[in-house]
């Protein structure tokens, strides 16, 4: 009886609440708002705009923590990417995009909005400007991957026509399409709030530091693109002229000092702890007035927008989750840390005759170096919540053999000491995933907050896009190459400082080999290595196929084109050596894991990815990347 009184009702609610039929079918949807309900409220044209800087594309991303530590800066502890490190060829469809719908959406963003009357005009200048920069932002990401594309400034439509063949552009050349991002980044500079507590909303610092990021990366193109005249096209779809590299490098010089002297906002170096290695760890997770970060994606706890990174990476050993430790920094990269005098020194394994060093504490090996070294990296003996880390290989025996464990914490009798702990809770242990293989983890966007390695809770740890170290390094090379030393020094130097180093640079010391090294231990795992690599044309040069030698790992430090190829690391064992000096010290041997097989080849075809058939099929004016 239910069911026929519940249908009798509402059918008799229909037949009262609609005069005909007519009426009932042409009720106004309520899912859907109007073009003129969402350009008329400011909180509905800022949802939409919301949406579309939340498909922002990002080359690493902290959600997609492998795209953050990729091109053997790091070994991935997770058994299911092992394969990355047996491969020895890119593919050349990697690292593209080619979402020209997200490039209509924000189009007819713009086309709807600049019309509306019932917006205030401040309101809707700012949301245009805004627009404006996530489309040049696109474009941006557009040209650094695939060269030059169409560009396409106004939503296109089908006439149905059968004939689509109207609405086809050509490639612009790879210059028009930087000129367009630089442009536009000048265009909307003053129509944004030159406001330094906004740090997720576009900002007049925010596209200063696209304009000078851009111009820089053209400008290195320009320059060191006549290194390799087989990467380009005739047309310059791929390629920039070598006499446009100075214009480019005055403009990013311009733009980065418009926020160096304040002109967007008070931005500077974080520098609020007296910790230097912790200092520089806060920089990207501290939201408390950091006067660093310029543009970032935000995460909130409380809006539940989070994310994993701390989790899949945190250290294994009393870890919130039983699970991290995906991220192992390598040999190499640690090694780049100079010491606080400023010298370019490999970690002293052993002396000058081959015999091993000694160590009092694990961790005493990385003493005295850059404090970025220990705010990028968890080192052996150093702590991440209050918990000590606990990474050692194993016992190095009197007789050179050593007794160590295939499993965690795993005990073993150890001469006179009985039956003891023989491995680290932390590894290494060659293989095993979620430890730290190469003796290292990654500290760099951990997040310290309690819960941020529990599932449950997550992290709100920022996505960081722009932040004013890298501005200071980007007016430093763009200095550089303008012949000014001096000034580049000097803004060197800023960096350096804030790391602890002691020695300044000179103007005579600076190089393209110290520019190149500042990027390397301060941007590094922010997404930008590989584009450095690329505009400098040096990849085929760092990632040449050959492998590393443990032997050699520790030649060339601070040369931009050392070798790459390979992931290295470097384990520390406790030494059992009764009725010496040495027993209960630390020594430590240089590894290559047993799963890095292969040597990354880059190729002269990976410098741009490639275009899909697909789109080249749809549209035959679009040439294909050269080397492909």
């Not at 401040?122 to 920069?133: M, V």
């Not at 091993?356 to 005295?368: A, L, Q, R, S």
Request: aromatic share 12%.
């Amino acid at each position: 009886m239910k069911k026929y009184l519940y249908t009798a009702i509402t059918m008799a609610l229909l037949a009262t609440g609609c005069t005909n039929d007519e009426e009932f079918l042409d009720r106004e949807p309520t899912n859907i708002l109007t073009e003129e309900q969402v350009f008329s409220d400011p909180s509905v044209t800022l949802s939409v705009l919301a949406n579309l800087y939340d498909r922002y594309y990002d080359f690493g991303w902290i959600q997609d923590w492998w795209t953050l530590s990729d091109f053997n800066i790091a070994f991935w502890s997770e058994l299911g990417r092992y394969s990355a490190f047996q491969n020895s060829t890119y593919d050349y469809g990697a690292w593209g995009t080619w979402d020209y719908a997200y490039i209509r959406e924000i189009n007819l963003f713009i086309e709807r909005c600049e019309p509306a009357t019932e917006l205030d005009e401040a309101d809707k200048q700012r949301f245009l400007a805004e627009a404006r920069f996530l489309r040049a932002s696109y474009y941006f990401e557009l040209v650094k991957r695939m060269g030059g594309v169409p560009l396409i400034l106004e939503a296109q439509e089908y006439d149905f026509s059968g004939d689509a063949s109207y609405l086809r552009q050509p490639r612009e050349t790879e210059a028009a399409i930087y000129d367009f991002v630089i442009s536009e980044a000048e265009a909307i500079k003053d129509m944004l709030p030159s406001n330094s507590g906004t740090k997720s909303r576009a900002t007049k610092g925010a596209a200063l530091a696209m304009e000078a990021r851009a111009a820089l990366y053209a400008g290195s193109i320009a320059k060191y693109g006549a290194n390799t005249p087989q990467v380009s096209l005739p047309g310059n779809e791929v390629g920039i002229p070598v006499d446009k590299a100075n214009g480019y490098y005055t403009k990013a010089l311009n733009a980065a000092q418009q926020i160096i002297n304040g002109e967007a906002g008070s931005y500077a170096l974080y520098q609020k702890k007296p910790d230097l290695a912790e200092n520089f760890a806060s920089i990207f997770y501290d939201k408390i007035e950091n006067p660093e970060v310029i543009f970032v994606e935000d995460y909130k706890l409380q809006s539940g927008k989070v994310h994993n990174f701390t989790i899949v990476n945190q250290p294994r050993f009393g870890a919130e989750e039983e699970e991290g430790g995906r991220i192992n920094p390598s040999l190499q990269f640690v090694q780049s840390f100079e010491t606080l005098d400023g010298v370019y020194q490999p970690l002293a394994a052993t002396d000058g005759s081959g015999n091993p060093v000694y160590y009092e504490n694990v961790g005493d090996i990385f003493e005295g170096r850059d404090a970025r070294l220990s705010g990028t990296v968890i080192l052996p003996g150093s702590s991440f919540k209050g918990r000590q880390v606990d990474i050692f290989a194993g016992y190095q025996m009197p007789d050179g053999s050593v007794v160590s464990g295939d499993s965690r914490g795993q005990q073993k009798e150890v001469g006179n000491l009985g039956n003891v702990q023989v491995v680290g809770f932390d590894g290494p242990i060659d293989g095993l995933e979620f430890t730290a293989q190469t003796g290292f983890y990654i500290r760099k966007f951990q997040d310290p907050k309690a819960g941020s390695g529990q599932r449950g809770v997550q992290s709100d740890v920022y996505q960081m896009r722009y932040r004013y170290a890298e501005v200071l390094l980007n007016a430093a090379e763009a200095a550089f190459e303008l012949g000014n030393t001096s000034t580049a020094a000097d803004y060197l130097n800023q960096v350096r400082s804030r790391a602890g180093i002691t020695t300044p640079l000179t103007a005579g010391d600076v190089d393209f080999d110290r520019i190149a090294h500042e990027r390397y231990v301060e941007l590094a795992f922010e997404g930008l290595h590989f584009f450095d690599l690329k505009r400098w044309r040096i990849a085929h040069i760092v990632l040449d196929g050959v492998p590393v030698d443990e032997n050699t790992v520790s030649d060339d430090i601070g040369s931009a084109t050392r070798r790459e190829t390979q992931p290295l690391a470097i384990w520390p064992y406790k030494v059992y050596e009764p009725g010496s000096a040495n027993d209960g010290k630390f020594i430590y041997k240089t590894r290559k894991l047993s799963r890095v097989t292969g040597a990354d080849r880059f190729q002269f075809g990976n410098y741009y990815s490639r275009i899909g058939d697909n789109v080249i099929s749809n549209n035959p004016l679009i040439v294909r990347n050269p080397n492909q």
